[in-house]
């Protein structure tokens, strides 16, 4: 049990003294705790706050520049093909009411039979 104390106590002074050569800054990690939950957590519900490592970061950021998820359900069905209208024998998008003489993508972007 002491030997698992020590090596924590080494695993937090490795910590610190990482983040001190890094920002060149004296940092005492309890003093920074303690800080960081009065200003973030204390008092306040914080519901869709999360802290990302830096890969996560990468990806998040991946993720958003694709769009969001209602951007992605639009483009979704965009592409999924729905039929054309027909007035007076002519054919017409459903979305944009252009004329549509064959099947494909219509100038709006619907993809329409």
Do not use: S
């Amino acid at each position: 049990m002491a030997i698992n104390a020590l090596e924590e106590v080494q695993k937090y002074r490795k910590i610190e003294k990482d983040l001190k050569e890094r920002y060149h800054a004296n940092v005492d990690i309890p003093l920074l705790m303690h800080h960081f939950i009065e200003t973030v957590f204390e008092g306040e519900k914080h519901e869709e706050f999360c802290l990302l490592t830096n890969e996560d970061a990468k990806v998040w950021e991946e993720y958003k520049a694709i769009g969001t998820p209602e951007e992605c359900r639009a483009a979704v069905e965009m592409q999924t093909a729905i039929p054309r209208e027909l007035i007076e024998g002519k054919y017409f998008c459903p979305k944009c009411h252009n004329l549509m003489p064959y099947p494909g993508y219509c100038g709006c972007g619907q993809k329409v039979y």
